[in-house]
């Protein structure tokens, strides 16, 4: 069993900061891939960030204002998210590309809500 566990989020004003921390523990044998992906009533979820390595990839309305880093703990990430805007509103999910000693699957946290509002 892989277990993907979310911390942070909350109410923000426009312009102000909050951070995002994932951890994946269970029977891993490797991380692949680690993300954050955003999602809003009615639109498909939609990558924010992710990392593999010291590879990193944002999306095009994020760039500049939000880091993605490795965490303190083994496999896990953080996101760091500045000037924030009320479209970055949301909830968002942790996931994580695992390969496991029976199969490789993406697994999800059960997300995180960041409301931008003044």
């Known amino acids: 069993q892989v277990q993907v566990v979310e911390s942070g989020g909350g109410l923000v004003q426009p312009g102000g900061s909050l951070r995002l921390s994932c951890a994946v523990s269970?029977?891993?044998?490797?991380?692949?891939?680690m993300g954050w992906y955003r999602q809003v009533p009615g639109k498909q979820r939609e990558l924010v960030a992710r990392?593999?390595?010291?590879?990193?990839d944002y999306a095009d309305s994020v760039k500049g204002r939000f880091t993605i880093s490795t965490g303190d703990a083994k496999h896990s990430v953080n996101l760091q998210m500045n000037n924030l805007k009320p479209e970055d509103t949301g909830v968002y999910y942790c996931?994580?590309?695992?390969?496991?000693?029976?199969?490789?699957?993406?697994?999800w946290g059960q997300g995180t809500q960041v409301t931008v509002s003044s």
């Open positions: 990392a593999s390595g010291s590879l990193t």
């Open positions: 269970g029977n891993i044998l490797l991380v692949h891939v």
């Open positions: 996931n994580a590309d695992v390969r496991t000693n029976t199969a490789r699957t993406d697994y």
